[in-house]
């Protein structure tokens, strides 16, 4: 039975896949990065822009590099957007879906757990057959899944 927590957690987690799938096809940005671009877009003037942030051309380059080299703050980026009058929009966008971020990561948890056993059992000459292992990593990984145990992301931890 789900408790309280797990519930919140898989409602939450179901609501933003929704939203989630929007942002899977955003365009890449840019080679001169969003500022220049749209900048230039616009036909704006680099000392156009310097103006409107309120900073010397130099530190305008300066942003347009920082942005290129991936070092630019939110914080710079948010003046910049708004002085092109743009808004910023920061999202983190898992590669694939939720579900299957943690499905995976319950997977390579119990493999490792399951490796520290089935070594133990062949020593012992108690293995047992490929199908049983199979349905037993299964059942651990749905079981790590379905109660969002903490041990799926604490590295080393024992389940």
Same mark, same amino acid.
């Given at each position: 039975m789900k408790t309280a927590r797990t519930l919140t957690a898989t409602l939450i987690r179901q609501q933003l896949e929704v939203q989630l799938k929007r942002w899977r096809s955003v365009p890449p940005r840019p080679r001169d990065g969003w500022i220049r671009s749209i900048r230039k877009a616009l036909g704006m003037p680099a000392t156009a822009l310097a103006r409107r942030l309120g900073v010397q #051309?130099?530190?305008?380059?300066? *942003?347009?590099? =920082?942005?290129?080299?991936? $070092?630019?703050?939110?914080?710079? +980026? @948010?003046?910049?957007? #708004?002085?092109?009058?743009?808004? *910023?929009?920061? =999202?983190?966008?898992?590669? $694939?879906?939720?579900?299957?971020? +943690? @499905?995976?990561?319950?997977?390579?948890v119990v493999n490792a757990h399951m490796q520290r056993a089935a070594r133990t059992m062949s020593l012992e000459d108690q293995s047992v057959g490929t199908r049983e292992t199979r349905r037993q990593r299964d059942a651990l990984a749905a079981q790590l899944v379905q109660s969002l145990d903490r041990r799926l992301w604490i590295d080393g931890e024992k389940i």
């Open positions: #051309s130099g530190t305008l380059a300066n *942003l347009e590099k =920082a942005e290129r080299q991936g $070092t630019i703050s939110l914080r710079s +980026l @948010r003046e910049a957007a #708004s002085a092109l009058d743009c808004e *910023l929009v920061y =999202a983190l966008v898992p590669r $694939t879906s939720l579900d299957d971020v +943690l @499905r995976r990561r319950a997977e390579e």
